[in-house]
């Protein structure tokens, strides 16, 4: 089975401008979450999405949104980039979104970001 | 507020050897509680959990976890290392109580085990 799987694997961008990740989950799975992993740092939430919906929402400014589509893949959004943005962005999937669900998330492989 | 400590930054590990790599968190009520592995350019692949019941969990690769409500720690085992187990590892604590099912992570230790 395919696990989750993410792109683009790298990009880069200038400051000031926009960035889209895709985000696809192991089939089956309703749930994705959206993680930024700085360099040297644990991965920090900025979104889970089920079944369409922001579930959960990280101290992250407005300048990050993310979307979830009827087939459960999503895209995370970041306008305004800054120097700051500059990590690893890992989506994660799992088979519900509940505080109460007994289920692990399954992790992609990442999409580097690095804004110059 | 809610967090998770690794307080090695580092562990070094002869092969063979039994290793741990310890974590603590501080999260109110009764947590899930998960540990990953990350490797080098990779994402985190899920390695075991603990949801309820024995305090004692296995997970993939040999692995094993201790959960101590006491003092709020849930410290990663393995009698027996192996050079490929060289990776960086993370804790993660997930409170029932919170909103959308977030992770809440520990900021790594680099295991590295010498043959």
């Known amino acids: 089975d395919a696990g989750v799987t993410q792109s683009p694997t790298h990009l880069i961008k200038t400051r000031g401008q926009q960035v889209t990740l895709r985000c696809s989950p192991i089939s089956g799975h309703k749930s994705v979450s959206w993680y930024q992993q700085v360099l040297g740092q644990g991965p920090q939430f900025i979104f889970q999405y089920y079944e369409k919906e922001e579930r959960g929402r990280g101290n992250f400014p407005d300048r990050f949104s993310a979307r979830q589509f009827p087939n459960y893949s999503s895209e995370l959004n970041v306008n305004a980039l800054l120097l700051g943005d500059s990590a690893l962005y890992l989506c994660a999937s799992s088979k519900d979104r509940g505080p109460q669900s007994l289920y692990e998330q399954y992790f992609g492989p990442g999409t580097r970001l690095t804004v110059t | 507020a809610q967090s998770v400590a690794q307080p090695e930054d580092q562990v070094n590990v002869a092969e063979g050897n039994p290793l741990t790599v310890k974590c603590t968190y501080s999260?109110?009520?009764?947590?899930?509680l998960f540990w990953y592995v990350q490797y080098p350019n990779r994402g985190l692949q899920f390695l075991l959990k603990y949801i309820t019941g024995d305090n004692l969990v296995k997970g993939s690769y040999g692995f094993e976890a201790e959960f101590n409500k006491s003092q709020t720690s849930f410290h990663l085992k393995k009698p027996s290392a192996l050079v490929s187990d060289s990776a960086l590892y993370f804790c993660a604590v997930r409170p029932i109580y919170n909103q959308g099912g977030k992770l809440i992570f520990g900021q790594g230790t680099e295991l590295s085990v010498k043959p």
């Open positions: 999260v109110s009520g009764n947590p899930y």
